[in-house]
């Protein structure tokens, strides 16, 4: 028995050395609804890769939500708004809907327009690279902010009611003609220079429009169109925990 011991102590600091190690590096998303109405968060891994809190949930009015990606994860958080689902989670919302579910399916994500959080948090040392982005157009305001990391950790987000800023021909209404989503100039008007697609496939060929930049006026800190420049849209922190608020300024 005392032969052991040695081998026995290694092991059981090899277990608090590694309990440790994944305490340390573990990345806290916390999502907050400070709006006036609820919205039921939807989440999307990339690569088909496992979802994270069953994919969706509902969040009432000043409630909080945390989410813990692993190392390496990369995806997509947003928020549906006027959803209907019953008990067993089936129904459908206004914005954002990912397939008639509570729980957003693997490889599902949220019907346009949509405001996206995006996230692929660093593995090994490496910093997190996070957006907030209008490219799939826009339906609810929200700040991507950082706590505790290091580096160059700037907010991202879109603070604005693009609602109501909306072009005629890029919103969508509801039952009762409210404007419940702004749809992108891509969406809107499937023109290659809007899209970034065809001869405009690349940065040097897809300046901003008039469209792409009345997005980027009233939402300075998020993608206003996919070649957007990356210094004002996409950020990084190195270990850093999140917090995504829903109608930052409610
Ligand atoms: C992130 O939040 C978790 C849980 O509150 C905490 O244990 C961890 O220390 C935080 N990370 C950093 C880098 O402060
Ligand atoms: C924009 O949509 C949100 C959420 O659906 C709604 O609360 C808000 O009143 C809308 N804004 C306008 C100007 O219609
Ligand atoms: C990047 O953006 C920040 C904040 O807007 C600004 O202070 C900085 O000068 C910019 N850097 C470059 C290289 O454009």
């Not at 059981?12 to 916390?30: D, E, M, N």
């Not at 969040?59 to 990606?69: H, R």
Request: with cysteine; net charge negative; glycine share 12%.
């Amino acid at each position: 028995m005392a032969r052991f011991s040695g081998l026995h102590l290694l092991f059981f600091s090899f277990i608090i050395a590694t309990g440790t190690i994944s305490l340390v590096s573990g990345t806290v998303i916390t999502i907050v609804n400070s709006c006036s109405f609820p919205v039921w968060p939807g989440l999307l891994t990339g690569d088909k890769g496992a979802q994270l809190n069953d994919g969706g949930f509902e969040l009432a009015p000043g409630a909080t939500m945390d989410v813990t990606p692993p190392a390496g994860w990369s995806g997509r958080i947003w928020g549906r708004t006027g959803c209907n689902f019953d008990a067993s989670g089936t129904g459908s919302c206004l914005t954002g809907d990912c397939g008639n579910t509570l729980k957003c399916p693997v490889g599902v994500g949220g019907a346009t327009p949509v405001t996206l959080a995006e996230f692929t948090i660093g593995k090994d040392g490496r910093p997190d690279n996070y957006d907030v982005s209008l490219v799939d157009g826009y339906n609810i305001q929200m700040a991507l902010t950082t706590r505790d990391g290091t580096g160059d950790c700037r907010s991202g987000g879109c603070d604005s009611d693009l609602n109501g800023s909306c072009p005629n021909d890029q919103r969508v209404l509801d039952g009762a003609n409210n404007v419940v989503a702004c749809k992108s100039a891509c969406e809107a008007f499937k023109k290659p220079e809007y899209c970034c697609t065809g001869a405009f496939d690349k940065l040097e060929t897809c300046p901003p429009t008039d469209l792409s930049k009345m997005f980027k006026a009233a939402c300075p800190r998020a993608y206003s169109y996919a070649y957007d420049d990356k210094n004002t849209s996409l950020f990084t922190c190195t270990n850093a925990n999140y917090s995504i608020v829903f109608c930052p300024k409610a």
